[in-house]
């Protein structure tokens, strides 16, 4: 078969499975946000045109993409795509057929979120999950999803451009950055409104998905491996929420150059700091608390394997599991000591 042939029998197999997330709210609120949003009352009498509130009332402030990974209902997406509050949120199939939807977790840590719809009797199409780990740099890809929120059924083609990125990552200008680490880099065209759609690999088996693009940048985009959306659906079906294990503390990873900056006697590790004068380093109570971590010590290893720039603390907690018991050799001043960590779930 050749290698056109093959990606539009991909297409065929996968879109039926993609659909398009519909984020919607009231327009009085939306009304009163925008008033909200603008301190010198430019706008004081701020209305939504009639045009673009539905039989409802109602106002669509966003969107996103996501995949059927159930036959009845199940949605993978992002959790930034369905973090708007006080809002209500509804699914198009490919078919065009639209469902009231329903959270059933957001991940605490990766961007993920799982939705759920009834669509009665019938059986929906679902796509394959794949292995994220057999990812190989060079390999080509599709990237999937309702891009700008305007181009339904959008597919664009690319190849694996990296592996195990780390990247800052915000949901607006004005949000908070966020760590996104452990993500695979594609040049296949990734935007806004393709959040939370499948990213394949040739033969139509999802091995991530669709998550963030660089501003200003061209052809650089990054999905979540499937693996970590695999753990949370099988913690959903299990005990009905995503469990994620909590340490308890801020960071920062050590480098060479943070250790000069920082007049530091080592060039990796993590140091225990706040993120400013307002936070904390070490979360009262928490499981480092318990284990007797204090600000300014630095852990070194976790489980006997050193904490570097390319394995942090993320990365360990990635495939850590609540309740499991860790050993930590910790630096505190000129002295060196290990104690155990109990991991409890993060809330």
Known sequence: MSSESQIIKTVQKVMPAVVSIVVSKKA?????????????????????????????????????????????????????????????????????????????????????AILKINPGRKNLPTVTLGNSDEVRLGESVLAFGNALGIFKSTVSRGIVSGLGRAIEAKENPEGRAQEMRGLIQTDAAINPGNSGGPLTDIKGNVIGINAAVISGAQNIGFAIPIKAAERDLADVKKYGKIKRPLLGIRYITLTPNTKETLHLPVDYGALVTKENPMSIAVAAGGPADKAGIKEQDIILEWNKTPVTKEKTIHDFLEDAKVGEVVQVKVLRGKSQFNTTITLTERR
């Open 28 to 112: 009085e609120d939306v009304e009163r946000d925008l008033r909200r949003e603008d301190p010198k009352h430019l706008q004081p009498g701020a209305k939504i045109p009639k045009e673009n509130i539905d039989p409802r009332g109602f106002v669509q402030v966003g969107g996103g993409s996501g995949s059927i990974v159930e036959k009845k209902g199940v949605i993978l997406t992002n959790k930034h795509v369905i973090n708007e509050p006080f809002a209500t949120y509804s699914v198009i199939t490919a078919e065009g057929i639209e469902f009231p939807a329903k959270i059933l977790a957001r991940d605490p840590v990766d961007d993920i």
